[in-house]
């Protein structure tokens, strides 16, 4: 649950938008990405010079005031802040350990041997790692050979790059974007971010052996990548801090310096033992001054030195080219932490031991204390519904001994409902039945109810009735409907019988019904309207008639 709960928990903060902040003693350097549809698009890269007056960048409070101070002015309101550490302020070291799935098994295995090379406790840092090569199937499987011919044990190993800064460093930076009036959510690494940027920019040479000089007024950085594995990083002061009015031979000797100090750090890397012949030198920068430094690189080596060309695969502000090439360490920064797994370094939370627990005594003690908490919340609403029912029942106390006083007055009509509402239950529905059948006979003038009545028999009920009609035709009809309705009964028998009112003929019918009635009894409740009403009807012409009658005649019985 842990595992899946962070790995939410990363993707929300990789949503919408991020901003790479990078500061040095000459620029603020700003890049703004927004991600949708796992597409990131570049939104703003904004260069900011720092004041002509003295800014302490030692002081983080005043640096973020700063900082926060500057995006109001460009109207940028940042998402997700994220910086990166420089080189120099930060130890690397990269180990060969075995290859293992579990992530939280390799940081204890890389916290263990980092503990040993680190020149501050362990407790006072923070480190974080990532397995940069693992081995393949392949030689997984030349290494089991290998041991079972030579009776010698020999494991692959996965090389993981393990970065490591003081506790101070981390809380320099989170007190810089706190004071901006933000929250830092990741704290990356300057060389880590320059790769991330080497792979937009030139993906086709990624499984190469590549050198990379980042160049900065005040310091450069020197990295070696092969096969995507940071191999060698180095961090330069220098000072490239060039006037238009200097003298060019000033100017010269400045870069010479500088090839030197790079040519030495390349020295350092051949004598390595990772070391290999490097397929790709770039320069990357916006200094205005890299094709100066390629140019006094070339002339001092035979391989040939070239300037990093700007990333073509990605969305770009418009006209906006020389600040993406002065930018690019914060354009791989935002984008590594944008990536779906996030930055490879992020000292802010970095990847932590798993600590093993009795999974089974963890599931005991937890099952038990739902148990508990169970009973324990059962008991209280019980008590609470018992106590609540006998305050209501307090309360209708007396109400219920004056309805016992009233029940004596009425007990013949309560015997009489419920004896109606006991034949109800028991019965065949017979007062829906009498509306049923009272809704389909034709009209009154036509035919009129004689007798009606009900009994059971068996299972089933039957109602009983006699009508009394004008002629054979509307009997007939009568029983033809109630047989197609649904009705069970026997033949019907027909007696001429005259009554004072015109109605010749006459019969008597016996209706079964059935267990399962398909009609629905009210859908024919409003099946037949009432007459007409007869033209000597009182409601006919109204009272207004009437009314006046009755002044005519008072006024002719005064007359």
């Known amino acids: 649950m842990s595992k899946s709960f962070k790995k939410l928990t990363d993707r929300l903060k990789r949503r919408g938008e991020v901003t790479a902040l990078d500061i040095d003693q000459r620029m603020l350097r700003i890049v703004h990405v ?23 960048l030692k002081d983080p409070i005043a640096t973020g005031k700063w ?98 800064i003081k506790n101070e460093t981390l809380v320099f930076y989170q007190t810089i974007v706190e004071s901006a009036g933000f929250t830092l959510a990741g704290l990356g690494l300057r060389p880590m971010a320059s790769f991330r940027v080497l792979k937009t920019c030139v993906p086709s040479i990624i499984k190469e052996a590549v050198a990379l000089i980042s160049i900065r007024r005040h310091e450069v950085d020197v990295d070696i990548l092969i096969d995507g594995r940071l191999i060698f990083s180095r961090e ?11 003298k060019e031979p000033d100017k010269q000797i400045d870069l010479i310096h500088i090839t030197k100090e790079i040519f030495r750090c ?21 200094t205005g001054i890299e094709d100066k430094l390629c140019h006094c690189l070339n002339s001092q080596s035979e391989a040939e030195w070239k300037t990093m060309p700007l990333p073509s695969g990605l969305r770009l502000p418009k006209d906006n080219k020389n600040n993406t090439a002065r930018a690019l360490t914060s354009l791989g920064l935002a984008l590594g932490f ?29 099952g038990m204390s739902l148990i508990l908490a169970g009973a324990l919340m059962l008991f209280s609403i019980q008590k609470r519904l018992k106590s609540n029912a006998q305050t209501e029942l307090n309360n209708l106390s007396p109400q219920y001994l004056a309805l016992k006083k009233e029940e004596r007055k009425n007990k013949i009509i309560i015997r009489t409902g419920d004896a109606v509402t006991a034949w109800n239950k028991d019965s065949k529905d017979w007062l829906g039945h ?22 059971r028999v068996g299972s089933n009920g039957v109602i009983s009735f006699q009508l009394q009609a004008k002629d054979s035709t509307t009997l007939h009809s009568v029983e033809k409907r109630l047989r197609d309705i649904g009705y069970e009964f026997k033949s019907v028998p ?66």
């Open 34 to 56: 927004t991600m949708s549809r796992g597409i990131s698009r570049v939104r703003r890269i904004e260069l900011i010079p720092l004041p002509n007056e003295e800014l302490d």
């Open 67 to 164: 900082i926060g101070k500057q995006l109001k002015v460009i109207r940028l309101n940042p998402g997700v802040v994220v910086m990166a550490a420089r080189r120099g302020e930060c130890i690397l070291k990269e180990y060969q350990l075995p290859p293992l799935k579990d992530i939280g098994e390799m940081a204890s295995m890389v916290r263990v041997k980092a503990s040993r090379d680190l020149p501050f406790p362990e407790s006072k840092a923070s480190i974080d790692f990532t397995v940069t090569r693992v081995p393949t199937k392949k030689e997984i499987k030349e290494s089991k050979n290998i041991s079972s011919s030579s009776n010698a044990t020999v494991d692959p190993k996965a090389n993981v790059v393990v970065s490591a």
């Open 236 to 246: 330069l002061s220098a000072n490239l801090n060039l006037a238009d009015d200097d």
């Open 266 to 286: 390349l020295h350092s890397y051949e004598g390595s033992g990772a070391y290999q012949k490097l397929d790709h030198l770039l320069v990357a920068g916006g």
């Open 338 to 366: 944008a990536d779906e797994g996030g930055m490879p370094v992020n000292f802010l939370s970095p990847k932590r031991p798993i600590i093993n627990r009795n999974e089974g005594r963890m599931k005991w003690i937890l």
């Open 434 to 455: 009498f509306a049923f059948i009272s809704a389909i006979l034709p009209p009154c003038d036509k035919i009129y109810l004689k007798n009606l009545g009900t009994r």
């Open 494 to 559: 027909q007696t001429p019988g005259s009554d004072r009112h015109g109605y010749s003929f006459s019969a008597s019918f016996e209706l079964i019904i059935p267990n399962n009635f398909k009609h629905n009894l009210k859908d024919y409740l409003k099946t037949n309207s009432p007459p007409a009403r007869i033209k000597d009807d009182i409601h006919a012409d109204g009272l207004s008639w009437i009314n006046q009658e009755k002044k005519g005649s008072t006024w002719l019985s005064l007359l």
